[in-house]
């Protein structure tokens, strides 16, 4: 997927798709897992896919600086969902 992002095209539809799919979803986990909710099957499934993703697209923002804030904020978006799933499952200590 890296060298496919130097494609504009390519990257027009990744960056789409996280804009109107992967980060409206990701927020409403957030909220979920903020209000005591543990993750669902369907919402473990979703996060290994953005962090596998998200993975690939590390190495197109370490070559191209104006990505590097979006990738920055969404993994720390992505990490927050995880500690506090975590803490839900009483495998970490309340965040909150």
Sequence with gaps: MYYALRNPGVLTTVIERFEKQQLPRAFSIKDAVDHGQKLSDLNISFMKEVLRES????????DNPEYRELFSRSIHLYSSIIKQALANEHLLPRLN
């Design 55 to 62: 993975e690939q697209f590390r190495h197109f923002a370490d």
